[in-house]
Every structure is written in structure tokens, then in C-alpha cells.
T-cell receptor, first 116, second 114 residues
Framework: AQKITQTQPGMFVQEKEAVTLDCTYD???????LFWYKQPSSGEMIFLIY??????QNATEGRYSLNFQKARKSANLVISASQLGDSAMYFC?????????????FGTGTLLAVQP | SQTIHQWPATLVQPVGSPLSLECTVE??????LYWYRQAAGRGLQLLFY??????ISSEVPQNLSASRPQDRQFILSSKKLLLSDSGFYLC?????????????FGNGTRLTVT
């Protein structure tokens, strides 16, 4: 069964610096996807970025990029030039059923605090 | 563009009372719909999944039920709330095609059972 692990309960970063949020996963599937979501204190879950297991390049979306290391089964989120508005919970997720459905399982999240 | 509406935003209910949370999606047809629950300081747990009207998959044993009376309407219900039903409930939708399409979430309902 798929499993997502986020080992950093909390992280601090100075404004304008880069930060890496860790995510490791476990799956026996050859084809799968990984998602990152941001949850501000208001509660909504905001989709940030997606990485497919067969994508040749690491995904990027603006200031967000994925450091995808398939052999290590890790998909770390890198946020460049941190802003105060980046302070939030961040969740890593992947489809539970090996991509047969969109049912996502989530890690326990990392709380990021951006300091001025 | 697609939007998802979820209400109410907050709810305080006594133990044993009924519950009805509603979620509607606009701007898309035949979406997959989901109900997730998030306990305080925890990740999300999938409660229900629906691929069409009247088609509901319950993912965990629980005190709650879900219904999908219309293509873009998803309702979470309970006949008698328990203290353990407290939490943050999130509705989400995704496209049917592309199993790696992201889930798009509503703003959530914070339920407190007293």
C-alpha cells in the first residue's frame, strides 16, 4: 500500500531565502504521481505542484519546484525566495490506489513559518 | 472556470443532533467528488468518494453518510453526531479523466460537537 512520510513537523525560514520541505513515499507501482498542497491558517487546501513518476524533468511552478529523486523515493518541495505569505501547512500526497483513482493519501504535513 | 462551494464554514452542534454539510461544484460536469476529514493538527483522511449520481464509496467505518442527489452536489450527513465527529471537513472535486489530476478543495467546514 502507498504511504507518505513527512518527517519535519515544523520549519523556520527567513524571508527571501529558499526552503526545502521533505517528503518520502512508498509504493510498488511503476507509474504514480505526487502532489503538494498548501493549507493556510484559514483552512483551504491549495494545490501547488504535481510530479509524475515518468516525467523526465522536475516539476516547477513559479517559486515552487520539486526535487524528485525516484530511486530514493523522495519528492521534496523547494520554495525559493520565501515570502511571509508562504507561512502555512504543507502536505505531500499521492493516489492511494496506484493511480487507478484520484483518491489521495496525505502525509502529516510540515508547518512552515517565514520570519521577516 | 471551476469553483467549489462548501457550507457552512463553521458549525457547533450538540451530541446526538443531526448533521448536513453541503458542497456544490460549478463549471465542470461529471466530476469525481470527495469528502475528507482533518483532525486537529493531522493530515487528511478520505471519508467518501463518488463517481456519479447515487454512487457513493465509503472509505472508513464511521457514523457519517454521504449522498449525491445531483451531478455537482455532494452532501455529508449524520443522524446522530458523536463527540468524535468533531473536525475540519473538506469537500473536493477532480476531473474524471486523468487519474493524476489534482483534487480541488472547498474552504472547509469546521465542526465542533459539544
Amino acid at each position: 500500500a502507498q504511504k507518505i512520510t513527512q518527517t519535519q513537523p515544523g520549519m523556520f525560514v527567513q524571508e527571501k531565502e529558499a526552503v526545502t520541505l521533505d517528503c518520502t513515499y512508498d509504493t510498488s507501482d511503476q507509474s504514480y504521481g505526487l502532489f503538494w498542497y498548501k493549507q493556510p491558517s484559514s483552512g483551504e487546501m491549495i494545490f501547488l505542484i504535481y510530479q509524475g513518476s515518468y516525467d523526465e524533468q522536475n516539476a516547477t511552478e513559479g517559486r515552487y519546484s520539486l526535487n524528485f529523486q525516484k530511486a530514493r523515493k523522495s519528492a521534496n518541495l523547494v520554495i525559493s525566495a520565501s515570502q511571509l505569505g508562504d507561512s502555512a501547512m504543507y502536505f505531500c500526497a499521492m493516489p492511494r490506489d496506484g493511480g487507478a483513482t484520484n483518491k489521495l493519501i496525505f502525509g502529516t504535513g510540515t508547518l512552515l513559518a517565514v520570519q521577516p | 472556470s471551476q469553483t467549489i462551494h462548501q457550507w457552512p464554514a463553521t458549525l457547533v452542534q450538540p451530541v446526538g443532533s443531526p448533521l448536513s454539510l453541503e458542497c456544490t461544484v460549478e463549471g465542470t460536469s461529471n466530476p469525481n467528488l470527495y469528502w475528507y476529514r482533518q483532525a486537529a493538527g493531522r493530515g487528511l483522511q478520505l471519508l467518501f468518494y463518488s463517481v456519479g449520481i447515487g454512487q457513493i464509496s465509503s472509505e472508513v467505518p464511521q457514523n457519517l453518510s454521504a449522498s449525491r442527489p445531483q451531478d455537482r452536489q455532494f452532501i455529508l450527513s449524520s443522524k446522530k453526531l458523536l463527540l468524535s465527529d468533531s473536525g475540519f471537513y473538506l469537500c473536493a472535486w477532480s476531473t474524471r479523466t486523468g487519474t493524476n489530476s489534482p483534487l480541488h478543495f472547498g474552504n472547509g467546514t469546521r465542526l465542533t460537537v459539544t
